[in-house]
DNA sequence: GGCATTTTTGGTAGCGCTACCAAAACGATG
DNA sequence: CATCGTTTTGGTAGCGCTACCAAAAATGCC
């Protein structure tokens, strides 16, 4: 055997085929191949046509690793949410995920258990990869947080939750206006003795807004909004059962629930069905979300519907506005969402 | 005003504080800090309290990017999965993110929707991460795809079924056993005429191992293992509560439907709650999965429950094992099932 | 105390790619 | 055909970090 090159190959090297390879193999320099890999139309069809023949041949996959430090992004895109076990973010997600699917941008998946300080430790974390932008749930962040999403120069997208200010890009729901609307509804269809029924409220301040527009459109017409009932355990259908039952329990007239999600709202339905509690008339149950389970549920949910996949969608496109070059203010986008009457009210 | 240096900072060098700022301030070798971040005990406490203290003056947060430029991996976990809109794979991905969530290792999510030249793909491009590892589901690939797994000498897991041979480590569930399970407890409770229910048989192809260990199961009992009712939509309640009718309309004899999932059998339930068609005196129910709902419905749904969430921990604990070194053949479990009998059969 | 051995620290080079500028090739124009 | 502008191509340096080896300091042993 030729004795082998000593000495080179310091590192690990592993042999995988590298973009000088596809250049000397196409008789080229390298930046012409990372032209053809990134930016096509300023080579020649010639060389252009010679080179990807190369990458063809050899089997060639850029290193995106190598090619972030050079230059600026890595295409990975943070998404930071509170929870993977909450359907809502996995929607959205999902969202999110189709959107960017065929634009080359990865999604790198983080879960702060909506505690702020994990959040802003989570944060710095993914800055780490050079991401070309970000998506986070929220628009309470921890003041460091917000600094280092500030200083990082690049497009960031709070999701979730609709408000006044934003770091840079914007796309939720008016929660407080969710909680009066069916509060509304609810007064409307001539309820008066109504609980509202959270989960996490500690934490999560999402349904704590939600909450109190409940709360502020039942005092309006002249009804007691304080009646509450929490607990700290995931939003589960069991979970929503035996709140149901709790709540029947601390206040006997009640004549309405209004749950802060459709989860707990089934959960009370399927346990009423159970128990041959008749719904609504023993007592209404109303959701929040539009989960495709409430349509199904005898009697049928009512609910808001939030767009969750749509306003994943829409996170999306605004962060690949800004990747494309799009400047000025603030990009928002309060994605809305409708009241759905079905027989549970 | 001091003349500042001309020519130098040519790229972005956007002003992030970088490890060697950090060794400046601390009076230490750049490796030195770099080793204070990754291996701290192979520095002295002096300089290791010295270099620390540096690292919180200035707000250091470690490029990762170029550190996994330099060495190995860069601590990403890209985890694929045939779809974010299936909530099995949340779980596991769940699962698999909680294990991995403490140990600096970050997600990167990708789907194929069923494709396996998708999944090939999508392997090229997260390879070009330098991922430490990487999770995948099922254990048929395109070959291309499993030279490449082979080729990057990196822990890989494939998860969701288990079976004889894989790439490196396994997870998973055995499908056929699965499908034979749930048909001899049909049998066994004296059901005869029964049909499969499956969606998206043509591309997910561990729903026909269940379907063909359904029938293999019926056949050896002497009974007709061929009626199949399939469709091409997602299984949603509605699809569920759709083929439902459309099986009885096929097979009007029949006393018992096997789905494919919970999903569909739940919606199934909730249609025959809807038509006062009774369940399992007209037509017994079973499904697969064991969701949450399964057991809140009524009557409550006979499933075969997988742990869903333990696979992603198991498949997490595979690659962190692999990733602490530990060399030798495949790693592989069983994660196994359980039938769970309820009022539907 | 002298020597070998271990531990701690630092210098150098390079991971694979792209930014930046310069050179070359090409076209158009008078 | 010379001049200028435009497009295409290439050379050089460096992104921030770690592998590798070597030097220095600390430790052990006879």
Same mark, same amino acid.
């Given at each position: ?29 390298? *930046?012409? /191949?990372?032209?053809?890999? %990134? ?23 850029? %290193?995106?690793? @190598? ?13 930071? /949410?509170?929870?993977? +076990? *909450? ?12 959107? $960017? =699917? ?23 974390? /993914? ?15 921890? !003041? ?13 997208? =709070? ?16 929660? #407080? =206006? ?16 109504? @609980? ?7 934490? &999560?301040?999402?349904? *704590? ?6 709360? !502020?459109?039942? =005092? ?8 509450? $009932?929490?607990?700290?355990?995931? #939003? +589960? ?11 029947? @329990? +601390?206040?006997? &007239? ?6 802060? %999600?459709?989860?707990?709202? #089934?959960?009370?339905?399927? !346990? ?38 749509e306003m994943g969608v829409q996170a999306a496109k605004f962060l690949l506005a800004r990747l494309d070059g799009e400047q000025g203010e603030a990009l928002r986008c309060d994605i809305g969402f409708e009241l759905i009457v079905r027989d549970s009210t």
């Amino acid at each position: 055997m030729g004795k082998t090159e000593r000495g080179r190959r310091r590192h690990k090297g592993v042999g995988r085929v590298t973009l000088g390879d596809v250049a000397k193999h196409a008789g080229v320099a390298p *930046i012409t /191949v990372s032209r053809v890999m %990134n930016n096509p139309d300023q080579v020649s069809e010639k060389l252009r046509k010679r080179v990807e023949q190369a990458v063809d041949a050899l089997g060639y996959v850029p %290193n995106l690793i @190598a090619g972030g430090l050079a230059s600026a992004g890595t295409r990975v895109i943070p998404v930071i /949410v509170p929870s993977l +076990s *909450i359907l809502t973010y996995i929607d959205v997600i999902h969202g999110i995920q189709q959107t $960017l =699917e065929d634009t080359g941008y990865q999604l790198l998946l983080g879960s702060t258990d909506f505690d702020l300080d994990r959040e802003a430790a989570l944060i710095d974390t /993914v800055l780490g990869y050079s991401p070309s932008g970000i998506i986070i749930a929220g628009l309470r962040h921890r !003041e460091r947080a917000i600094q280092r999403l500030e200083a990082c120069q690049r497009p960031v997208v =709070e999701i979730m939750e609709y408000g006044a200010s934003c770091i840079d890009s914007n796309v939720g729901v008016d929660n #407080a =206006e969710v909680g009066r609307c069916m509060a509304r509804h609810l007064v409307e269809r001539g309820y008066r003795r109504i @609980a509202y029924v959270g989960s996490r409220m500690d934490r &999560d301040y999402r349904t *704590i807004q939600r909450y109190e527009g409940h709360r !502020e459109m039942l =005092e309006l017409a002249g009804i007691d909004g304080s009646r509450l $009932l929490q607990n700290d355990e995931a #939003a +589960s259908y069991k979970t929503g059962g035996r709140l149901f039952m709790e709540a029947m @329990a +601390s206040y006997p &007239d009640l004549d309405a629930i209004h749950f802060t %999600n459709d989860n707990l709202a #089934a959960g009370a339905i399927l !346990e009423a069905n159970r128990r041959g509690i008749r719904v609504p008339d023993d007592i209404a149950v109303a959701g929040y979300l539009g989960l495709p389970l409430s349509e199904c549920l005898t009697p049928a949910l009512t609910t808001v519907s939030v767009p969750r996949f749509e306003m994943g969608v829409q996170a999306a496109k605004f962060l690949l506005a800004r990747l494309d070059g799009e400047q000025g203010e603030a990009l928002r986008c309060d994605i809305g969402f409708e009241l759905i009457v079905r027989d549970s009210t």
